[in-house]
């Protein structure tokens, strides 16, 4: 059972601050110089590749992993450095790992109890909360289940759920719905916007865009260790990159230059990025249809454009 020794300045308006943090693995920069701020109540979400250095920057945050020692380099969560507060900050915050880890030998109950009792809390108010927490993860009919017996959906449902028995300030998602269908991912953003407006502070890593546009308000790409754009994710759609693309998938014929046309390609796909869309509806009269696709840019055509189109090896 953790001890509380401290309470959270009321008066604190930044959940998290970091300035100039740096992490290494050998020759290997996995955070290199990154600084960011998190506003109460709000979500914050770290793109990236794989090997970015998303997780390795939240495993800083809850003192999972330590920052190399630089005079010039800050951590502050909920107004604490967990160089030295980890334990405190543990106690207000709630942690989704990439990988569920619950007990497969245990019932969904279970699970949430023996969890409960990390944070002393009392049996009565511990099985309070897990009646109101599995309602809200709309699990309640699978209270009695073996972890076994859940589909992934509803694992990662039940970590979200566990997550949350301390009523945490601050809560850090790692991944939480990948490989999730449709409706689960949608459900738990849901569930997420809904913490967001009872108060919680979330900070989230995700692959999928629509997932940080739904719900971010604010982010930051990453590259190779390092912050590469940062603001909301209408702010960065708007300002690095072209209103409209044009997505084609039969090439026939060269397309020619024009200055209000940029171009990017693959081996089987050309995408050319422009903000008149008359140009790019002129180049589709010549084309098949089902064979091209005019549409908005969004937050994956800002990623790639910054990221690449090609794997790196790490």
């Known amino acids: 059972m953790v001890k509380q020794k401290k309470t959270i300045k009321t008066r604190m308006k930044k959940t998290v601050v970091v300035k100039n943090a740096v992490k290494s693995f050998g020759n290997l920069k996995a955070v290199d110089n990154l600084s960011f701020n998190v506003e109460n109540a709000s979500c914050f979400g770290f793109l990236g590749p794989n090997g970015a250095g998303k997780t390795t920057m939240m495993k800083m945050l809850y003192g999972k992993s330590r920052r190399d020692d630089s005079s010039s380099s800050v951590i502050k969560v909920l107004g604490c450095d967990p160089k030295d507060d980890e334990l405190f900050i543990k106690y207000f915050t709630g942690i989704v790992p990439q990988e569920d880890n619950l007990d497969l030998d245990l019932s969904v109950e279970k699970n949430l109890y023996i969890y409960s009792k990390f944070y002393g809390i009392k049996k009565k108010q511990a099985m309070e909360r897990i009646e109101e927490l599995l309602d809200f993860m709309q699990l309640t009919e699978k209270k009695k289940s073996l972890i076994r017996e859940l589909s992934g959906g509803m694992k990662r449902r039940l970590v979200i759920a566990r997550s949350l028995l301390n009523n945490p300030k601050l809560l850090i998602l790692d991944e939480p719905t990948t490989g999730l269908d449709p409706q689960v991912r949608h459900l738990i953003w849901e569930k997420l916007m809904l913490l967001k407006k009872q108060g919680v502070t979330i900070l989230l890593t995700t692959h999928y865009m629509e997932e940080a546009f739904q719900i971010c308000d604010k982010l930051i790409m990453m590259n190779k260790g390092q912050k590469v754009l940062e603001g909301s994710p209408i702010s960065?759609?708007?300002?690095?990159?072209?209103?409209?693309?044009?997505?084609?998938?039969?090439?026939?014929?060269?397309?020619?230059?024009?200055?209000?046309?940029?171009?990017?390609?693959?081996d089987?796909?050309?995408?050319?990025?422009?903000?008149?869309?008359?140009?790019?509806?002129?180049?589709?009269?010549?084309?098949?249809?089902?064979?091209?696709?005019?549409?908005?840019?969004?937050?994956?055509?800002?990623?790639?454009?910054?990221?690449?189109?090609?794997?790196?090896?790490?």
Do not use: C, M, W
């Open 236 to 266: 960065l759609i708007n300002k690095h990159i072209e209103k409209y693309v044009l997505e084609i998938t039969e090439i026939k014929k060269k397309i020619p230059d024009h200055r209000e046309i940029r171009i990017e390609s693959t």
């Open 268 to 314: 089987n796909k050309l995408f050319l990025y422009s903000s008149n869309i008359a140009k790019l509806e002129k180049l589709t009269e010549k084309l098949k249809v089902g064979k091209f696709y005019l549409r908005q840019s969004n937050l994956e055509d800002v990623f790639l454009k910054i990221t690449g189109r090609k794997l790196e090896e790490n």
